[in-house]
Nanobody
Framework: QVQLVESGGGLVQPGGSLRLSCAVF????????IGWFRQAPGKEREGVSC????????YYEDSVKGRFTITRDNAKNTVYLQMNSLKPEDTAVYFC??????????????????????WGQGTQVTVSS
């Protein structure tokens, strides 16, 4: 059974950077599309970014475009989310999630969370001075 483990969260000042990692266990990353989602206190979970089979197939939520970059390393079974120019409004618990790539292609929204069926436990990102 596939499992996802996030890491890399923490406390950072506004304008700083963090790199989140999503490691896949129990299967090979090649079969999956991966999404990053976040949930701030009192807010609904939202899709941040997602990636298909390669780095050429990526999507970003408008508020993170130009600041966040999602990449995948299939050899390491890991997907990364590089977050630059962080803002206080980026503060949230960040989750990665997986869906079979063939199913992902049929999703009406590539980064819609209802399509993803395997989730990690989350990692806290806090942006504060």
């Amino acid at each position: 059974q596939v499992q996802l483990v996030e890491s890399g969260g923490g406390l950072v000042q506004p304008g700083g950077s963090l790199r989140l990692s999503c490691a896949v266990f129990g299967s090979t990353l090649d079969y999956y599309a991966i999404g990053w989602f976040r949930q701030a206190p009192g807010k609904e979970r939202e899709g941040v970014s997602c990636i298909g089979f390669s780095d050429d197939s990526t999507y970003y939520e408008d508020s993170v475009k130009g600041r966040f970059t999602i990449t995948r390393d299939n050899a390491k079974n890991t997907v990364y989310l590089q977050m630059n120019s962080l803002k206080p409004e980026d503060t949230a618990v960040y989750f990665c999630a997986a869906v079979y790539y063939t199913l992902w292609l049929s999703l009406p929204e590539p980064c819609g969370d209802y399509g993803y069926d395997t989730w990690g436990q989350g990692t806290q990102v806090t942006v504060s001075s």
